[in-house]
C-alpha cells in the first residue's frame, strides 16, 4: 500500500515562480501547478505535494540558484531534495520546451536513477565564507582593473607624467598618485590625466582596504570550519575557503574521495590509444576549486621538501611538468577530501520503478 501512495516531485525554478509536477513511482504524470517563490508559496508548494500521496523525494532544477530557499525549505521539513541538471539538447527537441515538461522531466530524472546528486544545504559557516568571498573575489578583479588603468594612462601620458613615474612598483605609484595635488585647468591634458591617476589610486587604497577586511572576517571562519585544512602545506584561506565552498556545508554528500576529485577536475581523463598509454588533465569540474589546487601544488612544488623530491624522481623518469602537476593535483585532492567537515547523512532509498 505504501508504495501505491508513494509520490516523486520535480521542480523547474525561476526568478518569480517556481512550476511543481508530481508523479507515481511508475511514473504516471498526476499534477502540474505553479507556485510563487514566497514562504507562503514553499509551504503551499508541500501542501500540494503532500496531498498526493508520501512525497519520497523532490528534484530541483538550479539548487545552487533559483532553487536555493525551496530545497532549504524542502530539507528543513524532512524532503529529500535531488539536485536534478537542465535536460540536454537532444532530450529538449525530442520532448519540447516549457515549464511544465521541465519538471516533469525533474521528476522522472529523480524516479529513474539519472539524477541522483545531494545539493549543498547552504546552512552553515561554509555558506558565510561564499557569500564573503564573493565580494573580495569581485573586489580583487575590480583593483586589477584599476592598476591596469593607470598603467594605461601612464602610457599615453605627456612626457612631464610619465617620466617621473616610469619604473615605480605598483605599490609605491599608487601611493604616490594617491598624495598627489593636481593643479591647473580642466582642459588641460596633462592637468586632466594627473587628475585621473590620482582618483584611479585612491580607488586602488579603498579596493585594497575591502580586501583586508573581508580577508579578517573569512580568515577565522575558515578556521573554524576547518582549522587541520590550514594546517596542511601550501594551504591558506583563500585556497582552503574555495575548497570548502565547493565541497559545501554538507561534504558527506561527496561518497568519496575520487568524487571530490571529479568536482575539482582533478580526476584524471584517460587519453590512450594503442600503445600509448597516458591520462591528460581534467578540464571539467569547478574550475575556482582546480584552481586552488593549482595554487597549492605550485606553492608545494617551491616549499615543500617531499614534493620537490616527487618532482625530481618523476622528472627523472620522463615525466613532462604538465603531468607531475596532474599528479600532484589528484593527491592533494585526496589529501584534501580527508581533512573536509563532515555530518553523519544517511542517504534516501528511492522506490524502485516498475
Known sequence: ?????AVVGGIDTHTDLHQAAVIDTVGR???????????AGYARLLEWLSSHGDVVAVGVEGT???????????????????????????ARRRS?????????????????????????TRTGIVEAI???????????KARTQTVNQIRTLIVTAPSAVRDRLRGLATRELVDTLARSRPAGEPADPAYAVKTALR??????????EEIKDADREIGPLVAQAAPTLLALPGVG???AGQLLTSAGDNPERLRSEAAFAHLCGAAPVPASSGRTHRHRLNRGGDRAANNALHTIVLVRMKYDARTRDYVARRTAQGMTKKDIIRCLKRFVAREIYKHLPRLTHTPTQLPQTA
Request: charged fraction near 30%; charge should be positive; hydrophobic fraction near 40%.
Open 1 to 5: 500500500m505504501a508504495d501505491e501512495t
Open 29 to 39: 504524470h498526476l499534477a502540474t501547478e505553479a507556485f510563487e517563490t514566497t514562504p
Open 64 to 90: 545552487g540558484a533559483y532553487g536555493a530557499e525551496v530545497a532549504r525549505f524542502l530539507t528543513a521539513n524532512a524532503v529529500t531534495v535531488v539536485e536534478v541538471d537542465r535536460p540536454d539538447r537532444k
Open 96 to 120: 519540447g520546451k516549457s515549464d511544465p515538461v521541465d519538471a516533469y522531466a525533474a521528476a522522472t530524472a529523480v524516479l529513474s536513477g539519472r539524477a541522483g546528486g545531494t545539493p549543498k
Open 130 to 140: 561564499r557569500a564573503l568571498r564573493v565580494v573580495r573575489k569581485s573586489a580583487v
Open 199 to 208: 582618483r584611479l589610486a585612491r580607488r586602488y587604497q579603498a579596493l585594497d
Open 237 to 239: 584561506p583563500e585556497t
